[in-house]
């Protein structure tokens, strides 16, 4: 039995490290040749990784939402000859591909991969690549055998070494710290210190899942060090360009690190991911140790301003909501409303055996009221186009449905999802609905065509214990309802004052579509639902 | 420049179009046998598919399943890091399958990069096709072994040279005949592949002016797959891609890209219109890449589930399996040994394309010029120098 490595491939084109997102298979699976191993994501794309052996999963060699490098290992397979020869040529052709390993399939020792970074030179690595040798890995690896998880050489800087005259570089060359050539800026106490504890964390936890190939261990082999210690020595003044990879550098501009500033531990001083991480980490234990949020006035002025860039759904806000407010004129109407029938019906939802295990809130009485409100006044579940016909005629399009939007706070920022064809639903089926958006809103996991086609939205700013307020129209439609909080308040009833449960309704409307009879008569009618439920049985 | 061969004027190329296409800007499209298995019928057309012998429509079938199979093969070896990438064709079979087999071994075709199956129907041994992908070299195969050029990466730049191509053997045609050979001496025609994306260069109109200017033997073979990448078609052009023959003044034919007998039937008719001295086609496929640009593209990013599948609803094999049955042409023995076909292939891939070998680079100076030639044996004689002087052993290192 031979167990074999599959080595992480370069699935798009140059691409160096992906994320293992999910395992398929588990230690003991039997997997054929082209079965899906697991899923990863790059830069670029979600894919699946096929199995290139056939055998018995011998270890994941790396967890479910780690990031490597191309080339680092992630699973082994054990063949079994005995089973793999018997069931070759009866099961369709995987299988019978399966035995590459009497075929042309290199004796399985472990290949060096043919990257320009090896990967964990500690582990498993054939002894000869302890020294020098690791610079010129052909002469450790098998003959003229496949290459092993090959995608484009990206980064093949491996080259044999001239005969004598260059040899006293080639060999002895050393290179004078790891760290020189890198730190353009000379660096700081402080960051040196941070450089110390780079070196001891990243020493310590990967271990077990050889993540990144670029551990100290392999920044210390003098990898490649002919070219890049002499030259990288004499242009070290005039370019202070720090070499990372394309991702390391995106992931550094996220965090808004200057990768100058980062101590390096790759080859070639390169700075690698986790270097990073681990400056974001020593970064954050300064800020937390930082006092307040207010920053004293003898700090220059312009550091006590922070900037942050306007862009994705902060910037897809701004935009609608200007579109919105200086298109269509609004008009805001206010109603308080005795909604104590309402919360006596959510109880009694909410205790029904039919309603068991699902969340029933007085936003489920308020959207269905709505919905009803909406088809006795038609005109608020509208949109006004422009340039409808094309010569510059507008036009008002009533819809005869209902996809009702619902405003929601989302780790992305404000979105209004909706739900489609709300009209035909059931109360039951709608509190589905309305629970399934908020959830899939919660997690950020709301989908572009989930917010497209809105008719009428729905605001519940009682939820933040607010009363009421002006929300302004989701662009495309001409109505919107906020609703407010709901609490106990005195009421007068028949004379008497008692205590009920209010709540005040508000709603916008866009007055070229919308006008004040109409807005008010749509907002009777809600308040009239949340007042008698009973009424929805009409 | 010695005599110039001017184009005849005249306008029977419109004609031709008029004939076929129509008099309004046509949305027309060409389709034989629809999504539903059932053969319909067309004014022309129909007469070409009725010349098909079953043992040829089974042939189609076979095909087109190999070249999915091997489509799928292929990128399940690129996800195993054996490929650097690969450039998937499903959904496009019957625009490859069926104008590959409407050629004939004396006409000269020019793919794109995507032209596997049309590979296959002349004969190109596919696991050579993987050398190009496996980053070993930059063709692989011999161009001239089966009138099959090498897979162009520069966009449209081919149809350039599917033209000048075709002026070429204008010009052997003439001279066959000046030293006295018979009327269809050297009669052949070009066929060049591009996309809709394609469609879209500088090139492809320069080729057609050029063609029609000419009246060359080349059939313009656009596979419309929707998808310049990620750009839709739709944006790519205001009018159905066959209509832009007409200004340059010959036929457009809009087919069903998806239906193996309608394009194997266009095909004929441009091939014979071609090779008969009557100048240019444009055949526009109208076809869909089920899958991805290439590996390293992520269709999910630009277009919708929903739209990916009404196209898998009309599916090129699908339909023809579906006719094949109804009249009785193939059964399930047939279907079976179709698969295991397909599977002996897969696994005949994955072994050739994991001991494929870096050519020796000497070789790259075999193929410079024709003959010997000096600077080439100094160059080389230099680089036998240079090599020299490295330690180790070169074979390893070409691996």
Redesign the interface.
Known sequence: MTVKK????????G?TEAEIVSWKVKPGDTVG??DVLCEIETA?????????FAGTVAELLVEEGLTVEVGTPIISVADQPGEVGASAPTP???A??AP?AE???APDQNLPPMYGVLSDGGAQAPSAEASGAAS?A??A?A???????????ADAVKR????A?ASGASTAATRPTPDAPVVRSAPSAPVQQAANQTAATTAQPPAAFQVQASQPAAAAAPNGAPGVAGIGGAISGIVSRVLAKPPVRKFARDLGIDLADVVATGAHGEVTREDLVSYQAQREAEVDRADTFWTPARKPQDQRIERIPVKGVRKATAKAMVDSAFTAPHVSIFVDVDASRTMEFVKRLKASRDFEGIKVSPLLILAKAVIWAAARNPSVNASWVENADGKGGAEIQVKHFMNLGIAAATPRGLMVPNIKEAQDLSLKELALALNELATRARAGKTQP?EMQGGTLTITNIGALGIDTGTPIINPGEVAIVAFGTIKQKPWVLDGEVIPRWITTLGGSFDHRVVDGDLSARFMADVAAILEEPALLLD | MGSTQLPAPGLEGMQADRQIVGDEPSTEMVQLLGPDGKLGADPVFSDYAKRLEPEQLRGFYADMAKIRRFDQEATALQRQGELALWVPLTGQEAAQIGSGRATQPQDYIFPTYREHGVALTRNVDLAELLRQFRGITNGGWDPNENNFHLYTLVLAAQTLHAVGYAMGIQRDQKAAQDQGGSKDAGKAAVVAYFGDGASSEGDVHESMVFASSYKAPVVFFCQNNHYAISVPSSVQTRVPLANRAKGYGFPGIRVDGNDVIAVHAVTEWALEHAREGNGPVLIEAYTYRVGAHTTADDPTKYRLKEEETSWRDKDPLERLETYLRAEGLADDDFFAKVKADGDELASYIRRTTLELKAPEIRASFENVYAEAHPLVAEELAWFEEYSAGFEGDEEEEAN
């Open positions: 599959f080595n992480l491939p370069d699935v798009g084109e691409l040749i082209n670029k794309s979600l894919v699946e990784l096929p199995s290139p369709p052709a995987p019978k591909a590459p075929g042309g399939a010129s052909p002469e690896g003959p003229a055998g496949p290459l092993v998880g090959s995608g484009p050489k044999r070494p001239r005969k005259s065509a």
